[in-house]
Nanobody
Framework: QLQLVESGGALVQAGGSLRLSCAAS????????MAWFRQAPGKERESVASIDWRRSITSYADSVKGRFTISRDNAKNTLYLQMNSLKPEDTAVYYC????????WGQGTQVTVSS
């Protein structure tokens, strides 16, 4: 079964940048559309960005459009999220999964943006 491990979260100041990684094992993500999700305290998990398996189609939530960039390296079985111009409202636990949320959820990685 596909296992996903997120990393790269940290405490940063507003305006800073982070790059999140999602390493997959137990299977390949090569032919799966992938996505990043986040869950802030007291809120439901939401989709942040997605990328198709060919890496040609990406989609972003309005709240992160122009600031976040999703990418993937199928050879490394890894998904990335480059986050720039971070805002306090980006504070959340970030998770990766297939677009259909077919994999078991990992532990996520905490991103905290201070004002």
């Amino acid at each position: 079964q596909l296992q996903l491990v997120e990393s790269g979260g940290a405490l940063v100041q507003a305006g800073g940048s982070l790059r999140l990684s999602c390493a997959a094992s137990g299977g390949t993500i090569r032919y799966s559309g992938m996505a990043w999700f986040r869950q802030a305290p007291g809120k439901e998990r939401e989709s942040v960005a997605s990328i198709d398996w060919r890496r040609s189609i990406t989609s972003y939530a309005d709240s992160v459009k122009g600031r976040f960039t999703i990418s993937r390296d199928n050879a490394k079985n890894t998904l990335y999220l480059q986050m720039n111009s971070l805002k306090p409202e980006d504070t959340a636990v970030y998770y990766c999964n297939t677009q259909k949320q077919a994999a078991r959820w990992g532990q996520g990685t905490q991103v905290t943006v201070s004002s």
